[in-house]
């Protein structure tokens, strides 16, 4: 019987312990057990759910990317550091990540809400940076990160699969159709506190949209174009 088969037949609580035990395998473990169910939680299942998690994650991956190539690549300039971080912040390397420490199966969800949707297994992701955070601090932080990013900074100098989403469609729509995405954002934020927004993108050659979100602008023009890009690939 198939790992993915077992997990249907269990209930939360032993989801919210195999997630756990999955952390603790790469080197962190929960003081505060909210706070990880907190992470795990989409807005579709509970008022009360992960969405400011994922707005302190965001902030703390991005402080933590940056420092690291900073850090590591001396010999980089601006340009090729901002192409970097945008692919491994991105929202596909995201999920990547995600799925591979295993807590898809722990999200909760809310009825008819399913994980094809792009951005919920890297919005809990980051939400689980935030709790992380809050449970303990910056440099426990950064080791847990060491732990489940490291691949992403191996070789890290062959950036053509970790360009930014919007760069790597920029270049097929022009190969393919001479032309270029079209993106149309607006600001759908639901409260003064938090500010979201949301990007269309459009391929009028292909025929084609897709959506995304995101805390600014620039990041919801990046989902958008990362769904767009797994549109295209389904052509």
């Not at 935030?130 to 062959?158: H, M, Q, R």
């Not at 993106?183 to 959506?211: D, G, H, M, P, W």
Request: proline share 1%; net charge neutral.
């Amino acid at each position: 019987m198939g790992f993915i088969f077992v997990l249907s037949y269990l209930g939360q609580k032993q989801k919210d312990s195999l997630v756990a035990k999955n952390l603790e395998k790469l080197g962190y473990s929960f003081q505060d057990n909210k706070l990880l169910k907190l992470a795990l939680t989409h807005k579709s299942h509970s008022a009360v759910n992960n969405e400011r998690l994922e707005f302190l994650g965001d902030s703390i991956l991005s402080l933590y990317v940056s420092e690291k190539l900073f850090s590591s690549y001396s010999d980089l300039d601006e340009g090729t550091l901002t192409i970097l971080k945008a692919g491994i912040v991105s929202r596909e390397n995201l999920n990547k990540v995600a799925g591979k420490i295993g807590i898809a199966t722990s999200i909760k969800l809310g009825k008819g809400e399913t994980l094809k949707n792009n951005s919920i297994l890297g919005n809990t992701l980051e939400a689980l940076v935030g709790a992380v955070f809050l449970d303990s601090n910056f440099d426990t932080v950064k080791i847990f990160l060491d732990n489940i990013f490291g691949d992403d900074f191996l070789d890290i100098k062959d950036i053509s699969h970790l360009k930014d989403p919007k760069s790597h469609l920029q270049e097929i729509v022009q190969k393919s159709y001479k032309s270029l995405p079209v993106y149309v954002t607006s600001n759908v934020s639901a409260s003064t506190n938090i500010k979201k927004f949301e990007a269309v993108c459009t391929v009028k050659e292909a025929q084609l949209s897709s959506r995304g979100t995101g805390s600014n602008i620039k990041k919801a023009e990046q989902e958008a174009a990362s769904e767009m890009l797994g549109l295209l690939s389904d052509e």
